[in-house]
């Protein structure tokens, strides 16, 4: 979605390294995700954000921190960067009616650890 | 959050109709059923999502029977541009944390 943007779209790091993800949305939503997935599987949730205020870990959150610094922006980071941590990342944003709730996801960041 | 389990591939061929079963015996009361599309190197996307019976939009249709225990994803006359992974999530409104489990991979043959 054009509306949820992820920047870098690629990156490559070193073990060690500290890096961070970073998403910012024009939807006006409240609410916002981040997941993970490994090449033929799933998505797997790490974090996510109900409103500014509210932090929640996901089923892996273990060696990543957010920041929600805006209703528009929503970052990740790797502390210490790990070979196992390579992985498809991806920010979404949901949007919640009386009557439907549906995630809008951003273009993904492709992150290699070395 | 309520459990679902999936076929981990399908195929089909171009015209046919196509229906993906997802079970969730332990559905709450509460919990909706929502199926997500995702193409290889993208972002799921939102195909629909329903609590009971049948619901249609312009792209498929939804099929929740009685006891809601299970559902089915059906796709009409599937192109080639089908292929790919289908996920069935079972939650609430207002509050869910989306989780994703592994899908249904759906090839499409011409």
């Known amino acids: 979605d054009a509306d949820v943007t992820q920047t870098p779209r690629n990156r490559i790091t070193k073990t060690g390294k500290r890096i961070m993800l970073e998403c910012s949305q024009t939807k006006g939503h409240d609410r916002m995700y981040w997941y993970r997935q490994d090449p033929g599987l799933g998505l797997r949730l790490i974090y996510y954000?109900?409103?500014?205020?509210?932090?929640n870990k996901g089923e892996i959150s273990d060696g990543y921190s957010v920041s929600r610094q805006a209703q528009a922006k929503f970052s990740l980071s790797l502390e210490s960067a790990i070979p196992n941590q390579t992985a498809l990342y991806f920010c979404?944003?949901?949007?919640?009616?009386?009557?439907?709730?549906?995630?809008?996801f951003g273009s993904g960041t492709q992150l290699s650890v070395l | 959050l309520a459990k679902t389990t999936q076929p981990i591939s399908m195929d089909s061929y171009e015209g046919q109709e196509v229906n993906i079963t997802c079970s969730h015996n332990?559905?709450?009361?509460?919990?909706?059923i929502t199926w997500y599309q995702q193409f290889p190197s993208q972002g799921p996307r939102f195909i629909i999502q329903?609590?009971?019976t049948k619901v249609t939009n312009e792209v498929a249709s939804l099929f929740i029977p009685a006891d809601r225990k299970s559902s089915t994803l059906s796709l009409p006359r599937v192109s080639l541009s089908d292929t790919a992974v289908y996920y069935c999530l079972v939650g609430p409104l207002y509050g869910q944390n989306f989780v994703f489990g592994p899908g249904t991979r759906l090839s499409v043959l011409p």
């Open positions: 954000s109900f409103d500014v205020k509210d932090i």
């Open positions: 332990n559905i709450a009361t509460n919990d909706y």
């Open positions: 329903g609590y009971k």
């Open positions: 979404a944003t949901s949007d919640a009616t009386v009557e439907e709730e549906k995630l809008f």
